[in-house]
């Protein structure tokens, strides 16, 4: 029961997953190709920084330089494009096969057969599980590949790490939504208020990264644990972002799965 | 005879709304239970109960003597639901929503296949194409097609044009022939009368009346209009059952109820031009039950309410047909 779920769900995302795994592609693809000029241009992007305020550069998490390689592909594809392609997949994922397919009348249907809420549901989660997967490795594979098609052969080991703590960043967001969406059993309001609070987040941590003194709001911010600069500089593993989001992830799966084995079939 | 759903002051409120109240079920195996009342009557609730979709406030639900909350699983197994405007997909044909429904069913593949050749439903388009009818139709086959004990289904007919309406009722005759048993929600009077062995009414939560389908319509006056070739001798419908609300040289208007037959034989025995028959309509019965400023009278014959006046208070009593029973919406037949 729980694999012809799991089939449909598949079928059912590998539009939205098609399309946004062609724009991780093409996204790190580009910033990839676009690498060695930023080294090139180095001593002029210095010049270029130092035209912005210190804070600005800090909130954007330049300080170390473009051409770092940890820093430049955070700033542009780790902590810029990734958190929009996993709220945009993991919002509409976590919230199709419960908040929406009970408001079109389907929920009900499936439910009323031989499969259990809770298989139900693990279907779905399996079904995020293996979006954030093939999302991330496809982006990060993609930075590999045309590594050394410009002369720069990355460690994949440390770009594993890398997309060890995408998938799991990934996993943090779908896991909260679901949670919300069987709560509330509104897709409008589970995907609302986790792309609101991502907004809210990457604010606070600007503001923390600007002012030390509120430096501390930044551990309030799924940024702070989105940094796999270390990891990709020196090899340290994210310890405290994997930690963080596969705890977070894990908890609101389950407590997904206890509430949706509780709660009434009734917006 | 056992029962395959019992409910025992069953109750689900919705804060403020109403839910149902106190409702008192009992579908015996192998019976077609039909279950009527307007909308916002608790149809729906009830359903929803009975298929654990939604957990009682107080009392219980059994299905197959299983608990339909607890034991939501297990009791799916014997049971098809057709709930009220089920969704399905857009995106799938009509044939790959069914072959998933199978598969979560238990059910061998291309079960669904020769009721969508009787009910001439094409499984190869996509459900966002097909009419209000066509999607329907998925629902009638999608609940049909399995071998399950029990088929639950709330207001299966709704958007079915009348030749598929007339073959869904052979489908439900094949399901009793089978021994399965149907609780069968609808508005669709004639539907109920043709299909149903009893009927459950349901008013502002709460089961007014269980009736064999016969005695509820039998105490329901029926509308007549007769034109004929010469005038009809004095007496000619003087019958117990028969009411002439109005005589014209050639034309007249009888009303009738209960056992139409002697009835029957008077007519034939003139020379008629035209008849037209009114059946009493879902609004006529409702009438009898929903006219809260008449005294309650004693419920209908044969009616298990009688029995139990505590839980299921009696209809109120039908008053003698008049001038306004003419505008009576129903069914005509000619």
Known sequence: ?267 | MSNVIETHALTRSYGSRRGVMDVELAVAEGEVFGFLGPNGAGKTTTIRLLAGSIRPTSGWARVLGLDTWSQATIVHREMALLPSDPGYLPELTAGEQLEYLCALRGLPRGAWRRLCERLELDPTVRIGKLSRGNRQKVAVVQVFMGRERLLVMDEPTTGLDPLMQREFLSLLAEARADGRSVFLSSHNLPEVERGCDRVAIIREGRIIDVSPVQALLGEHWRSINLVVDAPVPPGTFDLPNVRVLAAGARDLHLMARGDVNPLIRRIAALEVRDIAITTPDIEDVFMRFYDRSEPEAEPAAGSEAAAEPATAPGPVAEPEPGPEHLAAAGEVTR
């Open chain 1, 1 to 267: 029961m729980i694999a012809t779920v799991f089939r449909l769900e598949l079928r059912r995302s590998r539009s939205l997953v098609g399309w946004m795994a062609l724009l991780g592609v093409a996204y790190a693809g580009t910033m990839s190709l676009f690498y060695p000029r930023m080294v090139e241009s180095n001593q002029a992007l210095q010049e270029w920084l130092k035209v912005f305020p210190k804070e600005l550069v800090a909130a954007f998490g330049m300080e170390a330089g473009l051409t770092d390689p940890g820093t430049f592909f955070n700033v542009y594809i780790f902590s810029m494009l990734w958190p929009i392609m996993a709220a945009i997949v993991g919002i509409l994922l976590a919230t199709r096969p419960v908040a929406a397919d009970f408001d079109r009348g389907f929920l009900e249907l499936s439910l009323s057969t031989r499969v259990s809420r809770v298989r139900y549901l693990l279907a779905s989660v399996a079904m995020q599980v293996v979006a954030m997967v093939v999302l991330a490795v496809l982006t990060v594979a993609t930075i590999l590949v045309v590594g050394p098609l410009i002369g720069y052969p990355w460690d994949a080991a440390r770009f594993s790490m890398a997309a060890l703590l995408l998938v799991t960043s990934g996993c943090a967001i779908a896991a909260v939504t679901l949670l919300l969406a069987v709560v509330t059993l509104s897709r409008a309001t589970a995907g609302g208020i986790v792309a609101g609070a991502l907004v809210i987040m990457y604010l606070l941590h600007a503001v923390a990264a600007i002012e030390p003194s509120l430096g501390d709001l930044s551990y309030l911010s799924v940024f702070h644990y989105l940094d796999p600069v270390a990891a990709i500089d020196t090899g340290a593993v994210p310890v405290q972002g994997l930690a963080v989001f596969a705890v977070v992830a894990v908890t609101c799966w389950l407590a997904s799965l206890w509430a949706f084995s509780r709660r009434d079939l009734l917006a």
